[in-house]
């Protein structure tokens, strides 16, 4: 069972948009940054979004993050096939004292 | 280029013992905070440790604490995980990642992460 709560499946038509949520508590979310990471089928995961909404170089700007108190968000605009992929959210965890992550959302692209 | 390269990973009893490595280039190592997270086969990311630039700060899961220990050798650009009485929820694939700053804090984020190296703890 994940710290965070994430749906374990979604998916999309290309050229959709598409939201994945994750939940946590105020001992992660509530009172930390999130971060997402995309690993593709067979490879490491990837930084996607960090501190909430920040895209690092080279990630296209159909990719955006969220926050809203204990749940965050990332959406993806203009669906493409690549896309397809496992999506996990991540944040410190302050009772915990260490990272914790969602349980992923696998990305189906139709 | 940066890269994270992990090797050690392989078979091992339940009981047993495992060292991972993690060989970093590209980057000036000492300068960063290193991370180990784990991945069970079929199953979500879990962390597992980390540790700043000058081993000065370490952070374990509570899943491996006790068990598991993170150093690292900057004048060898490499990072360790010693893992003692595995067990076999510790099957997973391994990787190291780079933190984003000298220092682990929430504010930071992992990148760039190793390929993995699968540990399976069977009998």
Same mark, same amino acid.
């Given at each position: ?13 290309? &050229? ?61 605009? &203009? ?23 969602? &349980? ?7 | ?15 047993? @013992? ?8 590209? $980057?000036? $190592? @000492? ?28 952070? #374990? ?6 068990? $598991? ?10 990072? #360790? ?40 703890? @069977?009998?």
């Amino acid at each position: 069972q994940s710290v965070l709560t994430q749906a374990p499946s979604a998916s999309g038509t290309p &050229g959709q948009r598409v939201t994945i949520s994750c939940s946590g508590s105020s001992s992660n979310i509530g009172s930390n940054y999130v971060y997402w990471y995309q690993q593709l089928p067979g490879t490491a995961p990837k930084l996607l979004i960090y501190r909430n909404n920040q895209r690092p170089s080279g990630v296209p700007d159909r990719f955006s993050g969220s926050k809203s108190g204990t749940s965050a968000s990332l959406a993806i605009s &203009g669906l493409r096939s690549e896309d397809e992929a496992d999506y996990y959210c991540a944040a410190w965890d302050d009772s915990l004292s260490g990272w914790v992550f969602g &349980g992923g959302t696998k990305l189906t692209v139709l | 280029e940066v890269q994270l390269v992990e090797s050690g990973g392989g078979l091992v009893k339940p009981g047993g @013992s495992l060292r991972l490595s993690c060989a970093a280039s590209g $980057f000036t $190592f @000492s300068r960063y905070s290193m991370n180990w997270v784990r991945q069970a086969p079929g199953k979500g990311l879990e962390w597992v440790s980390s540790i700043s630039s000058s081993s000065s700060y370490i952070y #374990y899961a509570d899943s491996v604490k006790g068990r $598991f220990t993170i150093s690292r050798d900057n004048a060898k650009n490499s990072l #360790y995980l010693q893992m003692n009485s595995l067990r076999a929820e510790d099957t997973a694939v391994y990787y190291c990642a780079r933190d984003s700053s000298g220092y682990p804090d929430p504010n930071n984020w992992f990148d760039p992460w190793g390929q993995g190296t699968l540990v399976t703890v @069977s009998s």
